[in-house]
Nanobody, 127 residues
């Protein structure tokens, strides 16, 4: 059974940086799409942040994080990362790792299309 475990969240001041990790186990994820979503306090839906598409490994970012966040992966270690720089208070959220073996490109930014999820790690950015 696929398992995703996030780590690296915490409290940081605006302008600071954090690096999130997602350790994947239970299967080989090198051919999977993998990505990050976030859910802010009081919001019902998870918001797309960044992802690797399934084929070719192209990266995709939400406009709100472009130029500040960088997604990367280490397939040998089955680990996904999210480097977050110049953090803003509006980045405060619970951040989730997601994986899917067959998601198509047009569905990448839709949380409901992803099969596997971690439990989340909280990121709080103070002003």
């Amino acid at each position: 059974q696929a398992q995703l475990v996030e780590s690296g969240g915490g409290l940081v001041q605006a302008g600071g940086s954090l690096r999130l990790s997602c350790a994947a186990s239970g299967r080989t994820f090198s051919n999977y799409a993998m990505g990050w979503f976030r859910q802010a306090p009081g919001k019902e839906e998870r918001e797309f942040v960044a992802a690797f598409s399934r084929s070719g490994g192209a990266t995709h970012y939400a406009e709100s994080v472009k130029g500040r966040f960088t997604i990367s992966r280490d397939n040998a270690k089955n680990t996904l990362f999210l480097q977050m720089n110049n953090l803003k208070p509006e980045d405060t959220a619970n951040y989730y790792c997601a994986a899917d073996r067959s998601i198509i490109l047009s569905a990448l930014r839709s949380a409901v299309q992803w099969d596997h999820w971690g439990q989340g790690t909280q990121v709080t950015v103070s002003s």
